[in-house]
């Protein structure tokens, strides 16, 4: 148990559709990264967090969006959903935005669109 | 831009065998790398990370890799397989710069033959 939770673990929606996916970091954890996970692109960073202001940006699709909370949870926001959508999506936390801390990994939340 | 190689998507070796797992990096200046194993239906998990200090690093499960600066490389090995590592298995690397994003390889998956 790596000690971050994520929630839901599954989620079917349809196509059009807006989720959100939840996640609560390590205790004591100040950032939180969003990764998604496809066969077909691999794991690809979407953004960072730190300390409730967002630090660093990857393949983030407009239609998505994140946000980190004062007590440090987070959510990510997946709007206009589209077939290709649907991955597995992580999220991940570390004690501080050094580049040496080590990352922990949620056990995702599996994103199915239809 | 900082990348990391991972060649082949699938290696099988026999349960006691040597594992060897191959992990090239591209970056610019010497950068941090990690170890992760993901096993089936479960988020990713830390074997180990290269952080400038021992070019040989030791991970759990007896996992260890080498850093060798002139080769870019940091290959990942295990002298006696088990067949519980099975799994796919991500090579990723870091800039030392704050803020900077986990980049990981496509991954690879390790069969082991009984």
């Known amino acids: 148990d790596s000690g971050v939770t994520q929630t839901p673990k599954h989620l079917i929606t349809a196509t059009g559709q807006r989720v959100t996916l939840r996640c609560s970091p390590r205790?004591?954890?100040?950032?939180v990264y969003w990764y998604q996970q496809s066969l077909d692109q691999g794991l690809q960073f979407l953004i960072q967090y730190y300390n409730g202001e967002e630090r660093a940006k990857g393949n983030i699709l407009e239609r998505f969006s994140a946000q980190q909370f004062p007590d440090l949870h987070s959510e990510l926001n997946l709007s206009s959903l589209e077939l290709g959508d649907s991955a597995l999506y992580f999220c991940?936390?570390?004690?501080?935005?050094?580049?040496?801390?080590?990352?922990?990994f949620g056990e995702g939340s599996w994103l199915t669109v239809v | 831009a900082q990348s990391v190689t991972q060649l082949g998507s699938h290696v099988s070796v026999s349960e006691g065998a040597l594992v060897l797992l191959r992990c090239n990096y591209s970056?610019?200046?010497?950068?941090?790398l990690f170890w992760y194993v993901q096993y089936p239906n479960q988020g990713l998990q830390l074997l180990l990370k290269?952080?400038?200090?021992?070019?040989l690093v030791k991970g759990i499960n007896g996992f260890e890799a080498e850093f060798k600066k002139s080769e870019t490389s940091f290959h990942l090995t295990k002298p006696s397989a088990h067949m519980s590592d099975a799994a796919e298995y991500f090579c990723a690397v870091r800039h030392t710069g704050a803020n900077s994003k986990l980049t990981f390889g496509k991954g690879i998956t390790l069969s082991v033959r009984p």
């Open positions: 991940a936390s570390s004690a501080s935005d050094y580049s040496g801390n080590t990352i922990y």
């Open positions: 290269y952080t400038s200090a021992a070019t």
């Open positions: 970056s610019s200046v010497p950068p941090y």
């Open positions: 205790s004591g954890d100040l950032s």
